[in-house]
C-alpha cells in the first residue's frame, strides 16, 4: 500500500513500455526512408561505430527530424495534462483553449504582414500563443478562475484567431500563402539540430517546474474550497501552472506548428494506460512523444513518395478523437 | 494564548453584499458545534470565514489567539480541516488515493510520503469505515459511502477543528443518520472539535453539544442545544410556528411543526 501511495507500480511499468515503443520508433524512424538502414546500423551510427554515409545520414538528416517530434511530443503532452487537470475538463487543452489558435494568428501575422524569416516567425507563433492565453486568463478571471469558463472563454477566442488567421490569408500573396498553410498544418519536415536545441532547453527547465507543481495541481483537482482548505495557493498555483503549460505548448509550436490532438489526447490515453486519477505528467510526456513520432512515421511512409505533413495525420486522428470525446462526456452530462 | 477558534467581529461580504455584520462567534474547544439558521442566514459564509477560505471585510478570525490571516496558510491547515459543500471527486479517483490527499499540508518537496502519512490515512479510512472500499472509484460510490470518503480525506489532514459544510444535504435519512452517527463518534473518540452546518435543526439538537442559531447575519442564540432551542427561537430563527417536545430517543429537543391554521386555534 505504500508503494500505492507514492508511485503505483503499473504507472512505472507503462513508463518504461512507453520508453521502450519511443525508442524503438526512433530507431525504425530513422532507419526508414530512401535510404534503408537496419535497425543495428542505427544504434552503430549513433554509438559512434558507423560508416561515415549511414552517421550523416543519421545525425545530420534524420535525427534531428525524430528527436525534434519526441521533444515536441512530450512538451505538448505536459502542457496538455496540465491544463486538463486545471480546467477539470478534458477538453481544457492548448490545442482547444484558443493558444495553438494564437500561435498560427501570430505565425502567420509575422508571414503575411511582416514578412519575418524563420526565427521571427517562431517568435511571432510565441507571442500570438503567449498572448492569447493571456486573454483568455483575464476574460475568464472573476475572483479567480473556474475550469468551464477558461474552456469555454478559450473556445471563443480560440474562433475568433481563427478568422483572424483566414482574415490575413485572403489577403496575402500565393507564396505567402503556400508558406502560411505549411506552417500551419504543423510539420516536422527539414528539421535540424537549431530545432532541438530549443525544445530540448525549454523542457531542461520546464520539465523539473512541473513535477515540483503537479503535487499541489493534484490538490487542486478536489476542487478550489477542498485545495484552500488543504492549504494550496489557489490562484497563485494555478497562474504558476498555466504559465508552465502555455510556455511548453508555445516552445512546441514554434518548433513544429500549431500540431493539434497531441495536447489533448496523449493525457487521456496515458490515464487510461495507467489507470491512475489526475496529472500522471511523466506518462502524458512519454505518450504524446510516442504519438508524435508515431505518427510523423506514418505520414512519411503512408502514401509512397508523398510526404504528408504530420499535422495532417495527427489533424484527423484529433478529429475522430474528439468527436468519440464529445459524445463520450454528452451521454455522462458532463458535455 | 489558550488554543480555539474564535471570530470578533466579523463583517462578510460578498462583492459588495454584506452578509453578516459585526459578528462575534466563539467555537468552544472540544465541542461539536452545530451552525444552524434559515436559507441565505449566513451560516456557511460564517464557516467559510472561520476556515479563512474567505477573508471578512472587517474583524479578524482567531486562531490560537493568532489572526488567521497572518498564519501561512499550510500551518492553518494542520490545524483546522473542512469539507466543503457539494464536493465533486475528480474523474476515476480511488476512495485511497482521495483520502491520500488529506495529506498534502503535512508533506513538501522534500518529504513526499511518510510513515506518519501512511498511518494517519489507515486510520482515517478505519474510523469511517471505507477500508473495504479503498480500491474503489469514487464516483461509484453510494451517496453515503462517498461522504464518508470525504470526511475521510479530511479526518487523514489529522486536524484538530474540523469544519463541515453541510455535510448531510442531498443524502436520504438513513445515510443523514449514518453521517452525523460518525460524526458523533468522532467527536467523542478522538476528541475532536467539530464544527457542523446543518440543515435539520432536529439534527442539531441530537447530535451537538454547542448550538449557534443564526439569523440575518447574526447569531441570536448560542449554547446547550437543550437550554437553547424553543417554541419562541424556532419562530425566530426560521418563521415556523412549532411546538418543541422532548425526542423520545435522545431526551434533546424535538422541533414539531405546527398545522397550518391549527396552531392559532389549538392556543
Given at each position: 500500500m505504500t508503494a500505492a501511495l507514492r508511485i503505483p507500480p503499473r504507472s512505472?511499468?507503462?513508463?518504461?513500455?512507453?520508453?521502450?515503443?519511443?525508442?524503438?520508433?526512433?530507431?525504425?524512424?530513422?532507419?526508414?526512408?530512401?535510404?534503408?538502414?537496419?535497425?543495428?546500423?542505427?544504434?552503430?551510427?549513433?554509438?559512434?561505430?558507423?560508416?561515415?554515409?549511414?552517421?550523416?545520414v543519421v545525425e545530420t538528416l534524420r535525427l534531428p527530424r525524430a528527436l525534434t517530434g519526441a521533444l515536441v511530443g512530450a512538451?505538448?503532452?505536459?502542457?496538455?495534462?496540465?491544463?486538463?487537470?486545471?480546467?477539470?475538463?478534458?477538453?481544457?487543452?492548448?490545442?482547444?483553449?484558443?493558444?495553438?489558435?494564437?500561435?498560427?494568428?501570430?505565425?502567420?501575422?509575422?508571414?503575411?504582414?511582416?514578412g519575418g524569416g524563420a526565427f521571427a516567425i517562431a517568435a511571432g507563433s510565441v507571442v500570438g500563443g503567449v498572448g492569447a492565453a493571456a486573454l483568455v486568463y483575464v476574460l475568464a478571471y472573476r475572483g479567480g478562475v473556474t475550469g468551464y469558463r477558461l474552456v469555454l472563454v478559450g473556445i471563443g477566442i480560440s474562433a475568433m484567431l481563427i478568422a483572424v488567421t483566414d482574415y490575413l490569408l485572403t489577403r496575402s500573396t500565393l507564396d505567402q500563402a503556400l508558406a502560411a498553410q505549411v506552417w500551419l498544418t504543423g510539420s516536422l519536415n527539414g528539421r535540424g539540430w537549431e530545432h532541438v536545441r530549443p525544445v530540448a532547453a525549454g523542457l531542461a527547465v520546464l520539465l523539473p517546474v512541473a513535477a515540483l507543481l503537479a503535487r499541489p495541481l493534484r490538490t487542486l483537482e478536489l476542487g478550489d474550497d477542498a485545495a484552500r482548505a488543504l492549504g494550496v495557493p489557489v490562484e497563485r498555483a494555478r497562474l504558476a501552472l498555466i504559465a508552465v503549460a502555455v510556455a511548453l505548448t508555445a516552445i512546441a509550436t514554434a518548433s513544429a506548428g500549431p500540431i493539434v490532438f497531441v495536447a489533448l489526447a496523449a493525457p487521456q490515453i496515458a490515464r487510461r494506460l495507467t489507470r491512475v486519477a489526475g496529472p500522471g505528467v511523466g506518462c502524458a510526456a512519454l505518450t504524446g512523444a510516442v504519438l508524435l513520432v508515431g505518427a510523423d512515421f506514418l505520414s512519411q511512409r503512408l502514401f509512397g513518395d508523398v510526404q504528408l505533413p504530420v499535422g495532417v495525420v495527427t489533424g484527423v486522428a484529433g478529429g475522430a478523437y474528439l468527436a468519440w470525446l464529445l459524445a463520450h462526456e454528452w451521454r455522462r452530462g458532463a458535455g | 494564548m489558550s488554543g480555539g477558534l474564535e471570530g470578533r467581529e466579523l463583517t462578510?461580504?460578498?462583492?459588495?453584499?454584506?452578509?453578516?455584520?459585526?459578528?462575534?462567534?466563539?467555537?468552544?474547544?472540544?465541542?461539536?458545534?452545530?451552525?444552524?439558521?434559515?436559507?441565505?442566514?449566513?451560516?456557511?459564509?460564517?464557516?467559510?470565514?472561520?476556515?479563512?477560505?474567505?477573508?471578512?471585510?472587517?474583524?479578524?478570525?482567531?486562531?490560537?489567539?493568532?489572526?488567521?490571516?497572518s498564519i501561512p496558510t499550510k500551518e492553518v491547515a494542520r490545524r483546522v480541516g473542512l469539507l466543503p459543500q457539494g464536493v465533486v471527486a475528480p474523474d476515476a479517483i480511488t476512495v485511497e488515493d482521495l483520502v491520500a490527499r488529506g495529506r498534502y499540508p503535512h508533506q513538501g518537496i522534500l518529504r513526499q510520503w511518510s510513515r506518519g502519512d501512511e498511518l494517519a490515512v489507515r486510520a482515517a479510512m478505519r474510523a469511517t469505515r471505507v477500508g473495504d472500499l479503498a480500491e474503489r472509484p469514487v464516483e461509484e460510490l453510494s451517496g453515503g459511502q462517498r461522504q464518508r470518503a470525504w470526511l475521510a480525506m479530511v479526518l487523514a489532514q489529522e486536524t484538530p477543528f474540523v469544519l463541515l459544510?453541510?455535510?448531510?444535504?442531498?443524502?436520504?435519512?438513513?445515510?443523514?443518520?449514518?453521517?452525523?452517527?460518525?460524526?458523533?463518534?468522532?467527536?467523542?473518540?478522538?476528541?475532536?472539535?467539530?464544527?457542523?452546518?446543518?440543515?435539520?435543526?432536529?439534527?442539531?439538537?441530537?447530535?451537538?453539544?454547542?448550538?449557534?442559531?443564526?439569523?440575518?447575519?447574526?447569531?441570536?442564540?448560542?449554547?446547550?442545544?437543550?437550554?437553547?432551542?424553543?417554541?419562541?427561537?424556532?419562530?425566530?430563527?426560521?418563521?415556523l410556528r412549532c411546538k418543541v417536545i422532548e425526542d423520545p430517543e435522545s431526551g434533546t429537543p424535538l422541533v414539531v411543526p405546527a398545522m397550518r391554521g391549527r396552531a392559532a386555534a389549538g392556543r
Open positions: 512505472v511499468g507503462v513508463g518504461l513500455a512507453l520508453s521502450a515503443t519511443l525508442l524503438a520508433l526512433l530507431v525504425v524512424s530513422v532507419g526508414t526512408g530512401e535510404f534503408e538502414i537496419p535497425p543495428g546500423d542505427v544504434v552503430a551510427a549513433l554509438a559512434g561505430q558507423g560508416d561515415r554515409s549511414t552517421e550523416f512538451a505538448l503532452g505536459i502542457g496538455g495534462a496540465i491544463f486538463q487537470s486545471v480546467t477539470r475538463n478534458p477538453l481544457g487543452s492548448p490545442d482547444i483553449v484558443g493558444f495553438m489558435q494564437g500561435a498560427a494568428a501570430g505565425a502567420v501575422l509575422e508571414i503575411v504582414v511582416l | 462578510l461580504a460578498y462583492d459588495g453584499r454584506v452578509v453578516a455584520e459585526r459578528l462575534d462567534a466563539l467555537i468552544p474547544e472540544g465541542s461539536f458545534t452545530a451552525v444552524v439558521g434559515a436559507n441565505a442566514c449566513g451560516k456557511s459564509t460564517l464557516l467559510r470565514a472561520l476556515a479563512r477560505l474567505m477573508r471578512p471585510r472587517a474583524g479578524t478570525v482567531l486562531l490560537d489567539g493568532r489572526a488567521i490571516h459544510d453541510e455535510p448531510t444535504t442531498f443524502l436520504d435519512i438513513a445515510h443523514q443518520v449514518e453521517v452525523l452517527d460518525l460524526c458523533a463518534e468522532l467527536h467523542e473518540r478522538e476528541g475532536r472539535t467539530l464544527v457542523a452546518v446543518l440543515h435539520d435543526l432536529n439534527h442539531a439538537c441530537r447530535y451537538a453539544t454547542h448550538l449557534i442559531a443564526m439569523a440575518d447575519g447574526g447569531i441570536v442564540a448560542e449554547g446547550d442545544p437543550t437550554e437553547v432551542v424553543d417554541a419562541a427561537l424556532v419562530e425566530r430563527v426560521f418563521g
